[in-house]
């Protein structure tokens, strides 16, 4: 599986847009791109993925580049629940390793 | 309401006993996964199971067993030969196949602390 890098945190204003970032420069064609959260103390929660097309849903957008080697997360209006851990992760087998993340805080 | 059960949440147990903690599931899930959290950390897989009476181990085994005897269960052992089992033990399912990796649930987890 690719490793990805992302920056260790990142600060949001509530309502405003969180875009976060993930280099994946050693993704392999059939690999796709996965992106969970992690509240304190909780198990992570499915956000959003994608192969190659940009993606959106209830929770998120998800823009990837056209040489799919970075992708960003778009929370498009952060709310105080949206602080979390974010991790992406890229995968093309039946298991997900989880990076560090990024930790992701929404401030008032 | 479907979900995943882990229990207890939190457990204590002295060094050099084995300790089993349970990951019960009623998702009609194939697939169950094993993960540690260490503070500050990612999380690190221990061992999965694609079905029954079948796992692989994952990229941190050493130390720890399991078994897959049913489809809803998929229990834990941290034996004394784990040397630094105090973590926070995290079990997921997902459906298997294609649905596999976007359809993970996770349970809320087992703080172990080891004294």
Redesign the interface.
């Known amino acids: 599986d690719a490793k990805t890098t992302q920056p260790p945190s990142m600060d949001c204003a509530e309502g405003r847009a969180a875009n976060l970032p993930c280099n994946h420069s050693t993704i392999s064609g059939n690999e796709?791109v996965?992106w969970?959260r992690q509240i304190h103390?909780?198990?992570?929660?499915?956000i959003i993925?994608g192969l190659k097309n940009n993606e959106t849903n209830e929770m998120a957008s998800l823009i990837i580049t056209e040489d799919r080697k970075s992708s960003t997360l778009i929370l498009p209006h952060a709310t105080l629940r949206d602080t979390a851990v974010y991790?992406c992760?890229v995968?093309n087998t039946?298991?997900?390793?989880?990076?560090?993340?990024t930790r992701l805080q929404v401030f008032p | 309401d479907g979900g995943i059960t882990q229990s207890p949440k939190y457990l204590f147990r002295k060094e050099g006993q084995n300790v089993t903690l349970s990951c019960e599931q009623n998702l009609n899930h194939d697939a169950m996964y094993w993960y540690r959290q260490d503070p500050g950390q990612g999380l690190r897989l221990i061992y999965y199971s694609q079905i029954v009476n079948d796992f692989q181990k994952g990229d941190i085994a050493e130390g720890y067993s399991v078994s897959r005897e049913k489809k809803e269960s998929f229990p834990l052992t941290v034996t004394s030969a784990q040397k630094n089992p105090t973590a926070f033990y995290l079990c997921a399912s997902s459906p298997g196949g294609w649905a596999t990796n976007y359809g993970y649930t996770f349970g809320s987890g087992t703080r172990l602390t080891v004294v």
């Open positions: 796709y996965y969970y103390s909780q198990g992570p929660q499915y993925h991790y992760i995968s039946d298991k997900l390793i989880f990076g560090t993340g």
